[in-house]
């Protein structure tokens, strides 16, 4: 007998004996006393076999019918066997099939396609409270990851997510995690939602400054003070535990929906990305306790947006009105009137992400001709890229140990025979 049917058995003994009334009993047991006066013939009739329900030991009336359970289990095996019971369940129901998680969670423990999680740890510090507002404060960060499970190149999400809503506003998949890379995530941002009151990034020297003695700014603080959006760096990962959370989670459940899908490279996933989100959004969103929207329109050209999101660099002109950028020389063409007061003059050279070059002083954007063919410059790199470059060169290996010529082949056997080109 259960514990619950041992004590109903204790306090309706009582009652038969006389030492407590019906009516107490059934406010011990949270029962009515019409039950009470049940059980109690039962009890005095059958003994304590009375109080054990006769259901026991037979399957449930509202079982799933073995046919049925079988048949979600194949479609398990078949398409979702790495997903959990959550994620599973999603897209059964999405293939027509219709069961709790909590029912597909026995079922896939059963069948050995789960293995039950230990408990979570307590946690040990409460949350920080959400901003009232869309638009309040917006987490910035990157997750390079293999995202094609081997099928492309990987790469790394860049992702813009509301600290109020929760909502993902911006994702989208580049190369690598570079200035570049956040730049264009600003400028689409912008265009499409308006200026945030703050972004909250980790300490990267994308995003700061370490040496106290520079002041000037990041390619990024400059944009970002040019727009009026306030930046602000966390001093720690769980500060920013919004956006690490929602890469915990793509990582798990969008490296699924691409494979579903047979995606397989970064163009491909970048025009279904937004269809994701929407769906992703709907699951993981919550309401802001303040409907008013904090963005602020942007009211400037897209040509000037563009612009504040290239990469600027600072030169100055020559006498002859000449500077140096990447071992090259831009020539300043005045169309035949004297300019004299560009001479010294600072000019910042905008290079945009497609790579097209303006030299821009004072606002006015200046003619120019290039005067040298194009040049090598080799590019530093940092944590966020070194991985990236390391991979294309392996790539380039693998390519050109594929071209060389095998062993046994007439140029490696006789290296006196003529070789194409020579």
């Known amino acids: 007998m259960s514990e619950r049917e041992l004590k109903r ?52 009336n509202r079982r799933v019918e073995t046919t049925v359970r ?33 029912t597909l969670r026995r079922w896939m423990i059963a069948a050995g396609l789960w293995q039950a999680q230990r408990k979570r740890r307590t946690r040990l510090h409460p949350p920080r409270p ?16 293999d995202w094609f499970e081997g099928r492309g190149p990987r790469c790394t999400l860049i992702a813009f997510i509301d600290d109020a809503t929760s909502r993902v506003l911006y994702a989208r ?19 499409t939602h308006g200026c945030p009151v703050a972004l909250y990034s980790d300490r990267h020297s994308i995003f700061t400054k370490h040496n106290p003695e520079d002041n000037e700014p990041t390619q990024f603080q400059r944009a970002t003070e040019a727009l009026g959006i306030a ?29 579903l899908k047979g995606i397989s490279d970064q163009d491909t996933a970048n025009a279904w990305l937004p269809q994701y989100l929407q769906q992703h959004n709907a699951r993981f969103a919550v309401a802001a306790c303040d409907d008013e929207d904090a ?18 660099h600072r030169r100055t002109l020559s006498k002859d009105l000449v500077l140096s950028f990447q071992r090259q020389r831009y020539i300043i063409q005045t169309g035949g009137a004297p300019r ?15 790579g097209r070059i303006e030299l821009v002083t004072g606002g006015e954007v200046l003619p120019y001709q290039v005067f040298d063919s194009p040049q090598q410059i080799p590019h530093p790199v940092d944590d966020k890229s070194l991985n990236a470059r390391v991979d294309a060169i392996l790539t380039s290996r693998r390519w050109s140990e594929k071209s060389r010529p095998a062993a046994d082949h007439p140029w490696r056997r006789y290296p006196t025979v003529d070789r194409p080109g020579k």
């Open 340 to 354: 004299y007061a560009l001479r010294g003059r600072k000019v910042d050279v905008v290079v945009h992400a497609d």
């Open 130 to 145: 959400r901003r009232a507002r869309l638009g309040e404060l917006i987490q910035i960060d990157g997750s390079p990851h």
């Open 295 to 312: 963005h602020q329109p942007y009211d400037g050209s897209p040509e000037t947006l563009a612009r504040i999101c290239a990469i600027h």
């Open 9 to 60: 058995f204790a306090v309706l003994q009582q009652v038969i004996d006389g030492s407590r009334s019906q009516g107490q009993a059934a406010l011990a047991l949270g029962l009515s006393e019409r039950q009470i006066r049940r059980l109690q013939r039962g009890v005095e009739r059958e003994g304590a076999r009375a109080l054990i329900s006769r259901r026991r030991g037979r399957p449930s």
């Open 231 to 259: 930046t602000i760096q966390a001093l720690s990962p769980q500060a920013k535990g919004r956006v690490e959370r929602l890469f915990q989670t793509l990582q798990d459940r969008l490296v699924k929906a691409l494979r």
């Open 173 to 191: 998949f580049a190369p690598v995690e570079s200035s570049q890379a956040y730049l264009s995530a600003l400028q689409t941002y912008v265009t």
């Open 70 to 102: 079988e048949g979600i289990l194949a479609q398990v095996r078949a398409r979702y066997a790495d997903f959990g019971p959550t994620l599973a369940a999603e897209y059964l129901r999405a293939d027509g099939y219709t069961v709790s998680k909590e």
